[in-house]
């Protein structure tokens, strides 16, 4: 069974903090790694996507790779009210066909 | 960028009824779509890929026979949940990668469809 962990919250940070977001995953052979982010009623939208070890930064978002310890996080600087969403984790694996696996979300308050 | 387009956004049903949501990629062909739902503050789950010119492929746990797919064309996927029931309420959305054979490619989702069954 593959599957994504996340801390589902909630998770609150004031206004112009960093807000660290975390994933784990229990499938090796994951390749590709992507943060969504979902406002309520909405679907979600991509935020980033990452495959290689390290980081890779976006603007005011920065995700972070480690395969060997199987964990993914999302930086996101300068917090804004507005980055208030559930945020969730993704990973793409191959098997008989490329799938998606979403962790359940970690739901982020920024306070003004 | 590439939109993926679902109909309809909301409905509500009673109960036996059956229901059918459109998802359309609309501008660009998608030969495979993913169908998710979605209960409240829960994460999405995969139902079914969507292939064009052959049959679904179903997750585990998945009834195939409630949930019937049909990729009609290179931009249209339907899903219809028969005789609906009220645990079949959830937020059902579609996606579509622009492109499946690259590892790193991403998903377009379509904007979802509120399923409501009375």
């Known amino acids: 069974q593959k599957e994504v962990e996340q801390n589902s919250g909630p998770l609150s940070v004031p206004e112009g903090a960093i807000a660290s977001l975390n994933c784990t995953y229990s499938?090796?052979?994951?390749?590709?790694f992507f943060w969504y982010r979902q406002y309520s009623g909405k679907s979600p939208e991509l935020i980033m996507f990452?495959?290689?070890?390290g980081d890779k930064e976006d603007g005011r978002f920065t995700a972070q790779l480690n395969k060997a310890s199987q964990y993914v996080s999302l930086l996101i600087r300068d917090s804004q009210p507005s980055d208030s969403a559930t945020y969730l984790c993704?990973?793409?694996?191959?098997?008989?066909?490329?799938?998606?696996?979403f962790g359940a979300g970690t739901r982020l308050f920024v306070k003004a | 960028g590439a939109v993926v387009s679902q109909h309809p956004s909301r409905v509500i049903c009673k109960s036996g009824t059956s229901v059918k949501i459109e998802c359309r990629s609309l501008?660009?062909?998608?030969?495979?779509m993913f169908w998710y739902r979605q209960f409240p503050k829960q994460s999405l789950m995969l139902m079914a890929t969507?292939?064009?010119?052959?049959?679904?492929?179903?997750e585990q746990g998945v009834e195939k026979d409630k949930f019937l797919i049909n990729h009609a064309s290179l931009t249209l996927s339907t899903l219809t949940v028969t005789s609906a029931h009220p645990e079949d309420s959830s937020f059902y959305i579609c996606?579509?990668?622009?492109?499946?054979?690259?590892?790193?490619?991403?998903?377009?989702f379509g904007p979802g469809t509120r399923l409501t069954v009375l």
């Open positions: 501008d660009f062909q998608a030969t495979t």
């Open positions: 990452i495959y290689s070890n």
């Open positions: 499938d090796r052979g994951s390749q590709s």
């Open positions: 969507s292939n064009e010119g052959s049959k679904a492929t179903y």
């Open positions: 996606s579509a990668p622009a492109s499946p054979s690259v590892d790193t490619d991403t998903q377009y």
């Open positions: 993704a990973v793409k694996y191959r098997t008989g066909g490329f799938k998606t696996i």
